[in-house]
Antibody, heavy 120, light 110 residues
Framework: QVQLVESGGGVVQPGRSLRLSCAAS????????MHWVRQAPGKGLEWVAL????????YYADSVKGRFTISRDNYKNTLSLQMNSLRAEDTALYYC?????????????WGKGTTVTVSS | QSVVTQPPSASGTPGQVVTISCSGS????????VSWYQQLPGTAPKLLIH???QRPSGVPDRFSGSKSGTSASLAISGLRSEDEADYYC???????????FGGGTKVTVL
C-alpha cells in the first residue's frame, strides 16, 4: 500500500544541522508534489515546505525560509529536508505528506513522522 | 497566531450535528480551495475534505465541507465517539505563497 516513512530525526544542539528523509513506496513518486508539515509538542499543525513533482518549484514557511531546504530524488523515491541553524522552536514532530494529484496543496497521504528535538 | 481562525473547541452528544468554522481572508480561503484534516490522538493527520467539499474514498458521508466567501465549515452529522479528535482546516495563501493551517478545533463527544 502507499506508504511514506520519515527518518533522520534526533536531538541536536541549537545552531546545528539535521537532514530528514522520507521514503516513498507503492506509488509513482515523481508524479506528486510533496510537503513537510510539523507539529510542536501539544500544538497544532504548521506547514513547513512544498516541492513540485519535478522539484522545479519550492515554497517555504516564513519561519524556516533561508534555513531549511526541501529537495527530492525521483529516482530514489525520496524526499528530504535539510535543516540548518536549528532553533529551540524547531522542536517538533515532522511529517512528510503527498499532495493530491490534481490539487497539490491538499495533503492526501501522511507518514507517521520523525521527531526533532533542538536542545543544548 | 494563524491567519486562518478556528474555534479551539466544539462538542456534541452522539447523533448530533457538530459544525466547525474556519475564517480567513481573500488571500487564502477567499481565493483557494479549503481542505480539512482529522487528527485522532497520537496519530498522523488524515485528509477528510479537499477542494472545499470533496471527500476522499473511505471518508464517511457524515463529514461534509462547505465554503462561502472567506469562510469555510466542516459539519459532522450523526456524531460518534470515534469522531473525538482535532480538526484542522487549511488553504493556500496566494499572497504569502504558503499553505496556512487553522489553529485546530478539538471535538469532544459528550
Amino acid at each position: 500500500q502507499v506508504q511514506l516513512v520519515e527518518s533522520g530525526g534526533g536531538v541536536v544542539q541549537p545552531g546545528r544541522s539535521l537532514r530528514l528523509s522520507c521514503a516513498a513506496s507503492a506509488f509513482t513518486f515523481g508524479d506528486y508534489a510533496m510537503h513537510w508539515v510539523r507539529q510542536a509538542p501539544g500544538k497544532g499543525l504548521e506547514w513547513v515546505a512544498l516541492i513540485s513533482y519535478d522539484g522545479t518549484n519550492k515554497y517555504y514557511a516564513d519561519s524556516v525560509k533561508g534555513r531549511f531546504t526541501i529537495s527530492r530524488d525521483n529516482y530514489k523515491n525520496t524526499l528530504s529536508l535539510q535543516m540548518n541553524s536549528l532553533r529551540a522552536e524547531d522542536t517538533a514532530l515532522y511529517y512528510c505528506a503527498r499532495g493530491l494529484r490534481y490539487y497539490t496543496k491538499a495533503m492526501e497521504v501522511w507518514g507517521k513522522g520523525t521527531t526533532v528535538t533542538v536542545s543544548s | 497566531q494563524s491567519v486562518v481562525t478556528q474555534p479551539p473547541s466544539a462538542s456534541g452528544t452522539p447523533g448530533q450535528v457538530v459544525t466547525i468554522s474556519c475564517s480567513g481572508s481573500t488571500s487564502n480561503i477567499g481565493n483557494s480551495y479549503v481542505s480539512w484534516y482529522q487528527q485522532l490522538p497520537g496519530t498522523a493527520p488524515k485528509l477528510l475534505i479537499h477542494e472545499n467539499n470533496q471527500r476522499p474514498s473511505g471518508v464517511p458521508d457524515r463529514f461534509s465541507g462547505s465554503k462561502s466567501g472567506t469562510s469555510a465549515s466542516l459539519a459532522i452529522s450523526g456524531l460518534r465517539s470515534e469522531d473525538e479528535a482535532d480538526y484542522y482546516c487549511a488553504a493556500w495563501d496566494d499572497s504569502l505563497r504558503v499553505v496556512v493551517f487553522g489553529g485546530g478545533t478539538k471535538v469532544t463527544v459528550l
